[in-house]
């Protein structure tokens, strides 16, 4: 299970609870409600509310309450070889470190 920073808020997300992502597999979903984000790699929060063909809601729109969402700042992380999020300049993957207060609201 791979970590991953959420193109849309920042918050730091699992693919195992994001439907990996919502990345690769876009026409499963209805965009309607945010075509912007169609293609982008998304947390479970920012992900898409109904699926595609009026098939119905999906478990998405709402934190996964799994774990504790983090945001991190945009852009300063990026998923290593081992599936950690690694800050891009220091390296480090404690991105626990880094945590931001964010005013997004998906």
Aim: negative net charge; proline residues 5%.
């Amino acid at each position: 299970m791979s970590l991953f920073q959420c193109e849309v808020c920042g918050c730091c997300e699992n693919t195992a609870l994001s439907c990996q992502g919502f990345k690769y597999i876009e026409e499963c979903f209805d965009w309607s409600y945010a075509p912007e984000r169609e293609g982008l790699k998304i947390c479970s929060a920012c992900g898409p509310t109904e699926y595609a063909g009026g098939e119905g809601p999906t478990e998405y729109g709402q934190w996964h309450g799994e774990f504790d969402r983090v945001f991190l700042p945009m852009g300063e992380f990026h998923t290593n070889r081992v599936g950690n999020l690694e800050h891009n300049q220091s390296g480090g993957e404690d991105f626990r470190l880094y945590a931001i207060q964010s005013e997004v609201k998906p």
